[in-house]
């Protein structure tokens, strides 16, 4: 909150606290709930192939289904069947009974071989101790 000097002056002059309308505007302030940030940190690192960042929010191995078929993403062993190309758009939870159990993805590219296939998808995620981690992807090909 920004203030004149003339505003400041008649503020301490008539005791007024600027304070409650700064905590009022902190409180305010939105945060990225914690299993979209996972999932768009997982999506980057997995596009751009950083295994170390990848191991931090995915499980040992990941289940990528595509259509029919289904691949193995493993981030420890630096191995994946498929490729995600970047970029994405659309993220949105997904819940199952009221819990929180994925994240919703409206344009996903994922490459296999020298064949890109794009359209909506899932990304599949699991919560202990109120942090999450992928277990799978979805993906519906087109």
Do not use: C
Not at 1 to 29: D, E, K, N, W, Y
Not at 97 to 123: H, N
Request: hydrophobic residues 40%; without cysteine.
């Amino acid at each position: 909150m920004r203030m004149g000097r003339a505003a400041i002056f008649v503020s301490l002059a008539l005791g007024i606290s600027t304070a409650p309308a700064v905590h009022a505007q902190q409180a305010a302030v939105m945060t990225t709930p914690q299993h979209i940030e996972t999932t768009h940190t997982f999506l980057v690192t997995w596009g751009h192939q950083r295994w170390d960042d990848l191991r931090t929010v995915a499980a040992d191995k990941v289940t990528v289904k595509v259509g029919p078929g289904a691949y193995t993403l493993e981030p420890g062993a630096q191995k994946s069947d498929v490729r995600l190309t970047l970029p994405f758009r659309g993220l949105s939870t997904v819940r199952t009974d009221g819990r929180i159990t994925g994240v919703r993805v409206d344009d996903l590219a994922l490459k296999l071989g020298d064949t890109e296939m794009r359209g909506p998808g899932t990304i599949e995620l699991t919560e202990e101790n109120g942090v999450f981690r992928v277990t799978g992807v979805t993906a519906t090909a087109q």
